[in-house]
């Protein structure tokens, strides 16, 4: 195919922080040449393009399959994460409370028979137990600090003794937020750290397979394993699913994928059932040409529910990989907002790239580190200056397939612009914000979502020294269809 060409000046520089929160001047437009904010491609997804496509759908069965196969597999195999590697969240709950607790106790000892110096290693040591006992609480939703109160019920709702004695194959019947604690209740390490809540841990779509491992004291959660991520979903959002239906799920070889995110699903009486996204599996009964969907009864168990669907909007799984038809993926992403760890039903950078690839029948992990060792032809670039790095992604990347990696975050590499008659990396990615930077300015320029940018923002006017550019601070990139 034609790769994407786009002529984007270079006039300010800005610094993407992917998983941080901006501490500078906020501004909120982010019309400059870097970003492109409408939709970059003019690639028409028309009949006879997937036609000739789907003739090659044989070649791909090795891939559903594949999918298929991990996708089920918390049905079939038992996960060997201890209960200590689950329920990673438990120490730093823990370690508040025992900061609170050393700090209560040295303010009631009787300080009357220590010398001044002891005194006053004794009020900085109170001091240091407070501020990790604060630090460590973090803020609520009404900006104002966790309690230890708080903490102490989390633990004890979390029911960590019931882990895997009684475990019970399960399916998602909602688009769920995945929680580290049992709770919807935010924690933020500071008054400005939105949307950073560090207790939304993923999201998960309907129809995904979970095995539950308890219910949390309340029953109001119940703890799910998934085949790509752990946590606390809300107990309604799940159904228990018994040997008939999972016997046919198994063994169900037909599914569908939609092509435009956020497709609404409604039966005949515009009963509302779901938002299908790019990247979520929906099993399909070729004999009703009907999308199968997720109810759960009043004895607990998940119900079959049989739906139309809007034909033009819809696939069979998996699609076959084109650049047209990532590029048509992406579009329909375009401008989408961000949402860390998935919250708000948004995405945030590894969710992007991980839904992006879904469609084609790529199960890749949950963060970047490890969909950038995926296929295990990561590429180190650490070690080169930013002039060989860009040279040897253009050189060796592939759109549409390759994924670039740095600490935090992940992009595509979609193809590349020229500006100033030097050719320059174009990548797809959602990020939350970006850093402005000038000789003499900073300041936070927010994104907010998926984005297309130059690799080398965050460069000042002189544009090839800083330490701060994509470019600079990319790790690695490796072929995800290789």
């Known amino acids: 195919m034609k790769y994407i060409k786009y002529v984007l000046a270079a006039a300010f520089a800005l610094l993407i922080i992917a998983c941080s929160l901006p501490t500078k001047?906020?501004?909120?437009?982010i019309h400059y040449p870097q970003v492109v904010d409408n939709k970059l491609f003019n690639i028409s997804q028309d009949?006879?393009?997937?036609?000739?496509?789907?003739?090659?759908?044989?070649?791909?069965?090795?891939?559903?399959?594949?999918?298929?196969?991990?996708?089920?597999?918390?049905?079939?195999?038992?996960?060997?994460?201890?209960?200590?590697?689950?329920?990673?969240?438990?120490?730093?709950?823990?370690?508040?409370?025992?900061?609170?607790?050393d700090a209560n106790a040295l303010i009631a000892e009787d300080s009357s028979h220590l010398s001044l110096s002891e005194k006053l290693k004794r009020d900085e040591d109170i001091k240091k137990l407070i501020a990790k006992r604060d630090s460590l609480l973090g803020f609520g939703e009404n900006l104002m600090p966790n309690t230890i109160s708080d903490f102490k019920k989390l633990i004890a709702n979390m029911n960590v003794d019931s882990f895997y004695k009684n475990p019970q194959n399960a399916i998602i019947v909602n688009n769920t937020n995945v929680r580290a604690v049992p709770t919807l209740k935010p924690r933020y390490k500071n008054r400005h750290n939105f949307p950073f809540d560090r207790w939304q841990n993923s999201s998960m779509f309907e129809g995904t397979p979970v095995v539950i491992t308890q219910f949390s004291t309340d029953g109001k959660f119940a703890h799910?394993?998934?085949?790509?991520?752990?946590?606390?979903?809300?107990?309604?959002?799940?159904?228990?699913?018994?040997?008939?239906?999972?016997?046919?799920?198994?063994?169900?070889?037909?599914?569908?994928?939609?092509?435009?995110?956020?497709?609404?699903?409604?039966?005949?009486?515009?009963?509302?059932?779901?938002?299908?996204?790019?990247?979520?599996?929906?099993?399909?009964?070729?004999?009703?040409?009907?999308?199968?969907?997720?109810?759960?009864?009043?004895?607990?168990?998940?119900?079959?529910?049989?739906?139309?669907?809007?034909?033009?909007?819809?696939?069979?799984?998996?699609?076959?990989?084109?650049?047209?038809?990532?590029?048509n993926l992406i579009n329909t992403m375009m401008g989408e907002k961000y949402g860390w760890g998935g919250i708000f039903g948004n995405r945030d950078c590894s969710a992007f790239t991980r839904d992006s690839f879904a469609n084609f029948g790529i199960f890749l992990p949950r963060n970047s580190a490890s969909q950038a060792n995926y296929t295990g032809n990561l590429q180190d670039l650490s070690?080169?200056?930013?002039?060989?790095?860009?040279s040897y992604i253009i050189a060796n990347g592939v759109p549409f397939r390759s994924i670039i990696w740095l600490k935090g975050h992940i992009m595509i590499y979609i193809g590349t612009t020229t500006i100033d008659g030097k050719q320059r990396a174009l990548v797809a990615h959602d990020a939350w914000s970006v850093t402005g930077s000038s000789d003499t300015n900073k300041e936070v320029i927010m994104l907010g979502g998926v984005h297309i940018t130059t690799m080398t923002v965050g460069a000042s006017f002189d544009g090839e020294s800083s330490k701060k550019t994509l470019l600079s601070r990319a790790i690695g990139i490796s072929n995800i269809m290789e």
């Not at 001047?25 to 437009?29: A, C, E, L, Q, V």
């Not at 309604?236 to 699903?265: C, G, I, R, S």
């Not at 009907?290 to 998940?302: M, P, S, T």
């Not at 070690?383 to 860009?390: A, D, F, G, S």
């Open 383 to 390: 070690k080169m200056t930013n002039e060989q790095k860009e």
């Open 47 to 101: 009949a006879t393009t997937y036609a000739k496509l789907e003739q090659t759908q044989e070649v791909f069965k090795d891939l559903k399959d594949k999918y298929l196969g991990i996708y089920y597999s918390v049905w079939t195999t038992k996960p060997t994460a201890t209960k200590a590697e689950t329920f990673w969240i438990i120490p730093s709950l823990q370690n508040a409370i025992k900061a609170d607790d």
């Open 25 to 29: 001047s906020i501004k909120t437009d």
């Open 224 to 327: 799910v394993h998934s085949a790509y991520v752990d946590g606390w979903v809300l107990s309604n959002d799940v159904a228990l699913v018994d040997p008939k239906l999972q016997d046919f799920l198994l063994k169900l070889k037909n599914y569908k994928v939609t092509n435009e995110d956020n497709t609404p699903l409604n039966d005949p009486k515009r009963l509302f059932f779901i938002d299908a996204k790019i990247g979520q599996l929906f099993p399909y009964d070729k004999t009703s040409d009907k999308l199968i969907l997720f109810k759960k009864g009043l004895d607990g168990y998940a119900k079959k529910v049989e739906i139309a669907y809007p034909k033009t909007s819809f696939k069979d799984f998996p699609i076959p990989f084109s650049d047209d038809m990532m590029a």
